[in-house]
């Protein structure tokens, strides 16, 4: 059981360049969601899912975009990146929310956008 | 919109000693869990606290959640070292399972 994960570890990208950010978790949950973490900032919710094939955005979901195909994946695109989307980025997954599951959040992973 | 804040943001402490670690929230909920972050690392959930009066001690943290008053508080007994990391509270709003955080308090247990 390796609970969530996440794919890359590390990124850096050129201004305007693309990337597709990967979680996966294998704990059947049915809601996952999106954060990023800025110093003295906390995190803010970017985009999340409460069942496979649906998408809703979060608090900061501007210049990003999310798809949820399969109920164990949920993927974070950057379509143009820019220095303001520098950040360690969370993947979290929770059961239901009838449960009052906590959310287990995966490694992170920390962008640099040049 | 649901404004969460910690206070104090950075605290450093003696070994030995007790404090407090307060959360304050300005819409009604009556869910806020605690989740403690090392340098570098994810989030580990310490807490949930589910209702009005709820109270959950682990070890040396004692969590305990005041709905009426919209406020958590995180109590630490006879810090140690082990303790030090960043503490977030974090409230779960009317619509769906969406978590609201504070911005973290970053504990320093000194020798």
Same mark, same amino acid.
């Given at each position: =059981?390796?609970?969530?994960?996440?794919?890359?570890?590390?990124?850096?990208?050129?201004?305007?360049?693309?990337?597709?950010?990967?979680?996966?978790?294998?704990? =059947?949950?049915?809601?996952?969601?999106?954060?990023?973490?800025?110093?003295?900032?906390?995190?803010?919710?970017?985009?999340?899912?409460?069942?496979?094939?649906?998408?809703?955005?979060?608090?900061?979901?501007?210049?990003? =975009?999310?798809?949820?195909?399969?109920?164990?994946?949920?993927?974070?695109?950057?379509?143009?990146?820019?220095?303001?989307?520098?950040?360690?980025?969370?993947?979290?997954?929770?059961?239901?929310?009838?449960?009052?599951?906590?959310?287990?959040?995966?490694?992170?992973?920390?962008?640099?956008?040049? | 919109?649901?404004?969460?804040?910690?206070?104090?943001?950075?605290?450093?402490?003696?070994?030995g000693k007790n404090y407090t670690i307060y959360c304050?929230?300005?819409?009604?909920?009556?869910?806020?869990?605690?989740?403690?972050?090392?340098?570098?690392?994810?989030?580990?959930?310490?807490?949930?606290?589910?209702?009005?009066?709820?109270?959950?001690?682990?070890?040396?943290?004692?969590?305990?959640?005041?709905?009426?008053?919209?406020?958590?508080?995180?109590?630490?007994?006879?810090?140690?070292?082990?303790?030090?990391?960043?503490?977030?509270?974090?409230?779960?709003?009317?619509?769906?399972?969406?978590?609201?955080?504070?911005?973290?308090?970053?504990?320093?247990?000194n020798p």
């Amino acid at each position: =059981n390796a609970g969530v994960t996440q794919t890359p570890k590390f990124r850096v990208l050129k201004t305007g360049q693309s990337m597709t950010l990967l979680c996966a978790q294998d704990m =059947n949950h049915e809601y996952m969601y999106w954060y990023r973490q800025d110093p003295g900032m906390g995190l803010r919710l970017i985009h999340y899912s409460v069942g496979e094939g649906t998408t809703a955005k979060g608090e900061v979901p501007d210049g990003y =975009n999310v798809s949820r195909l399969k109920k164990q994946n949920f993927l974070l695109g950057l379509e143009s990146a820019a220095p303001s989307q520098t950040s360690v980025y969370f993947c979290a997954s929770s059961f239901r929310r009838m449960t009052a599951d906590t959310q287990y959040f995966g490694p992170g992973t920390r962008l640099t956008v040049l | 919109e649901l404004k969460v804040e910690q206070n104090p943001l950075f605290l450093s402490m003696q070994e030995g000693k007790n404090y407090t670690i307060y959360c304050n929230y300005s819409t009604t909920s009556d869910r806020l869990y605690w989740y403690r972050q090392d340098p570098g690392k994810s989030l580990e959930s310490l807490f949930v606290l589910l209702s009005n009066g709820a109270v959950k001690q682990e070890g040396r943290l004692m969590a305990s959640l005041d709905t009426k008053a919209r406020l958590s508080t995180l109590h630490i007994t006879a810090a140690v070292h082990d303790l030090s990391a960043t503490y977030f509270c974090a409230v779960d709003g009317t619509s769906g399972s969406r978590l609201t955080f504070g911005e973290g308090t970053q504990l320093t247990v000194n020798p």
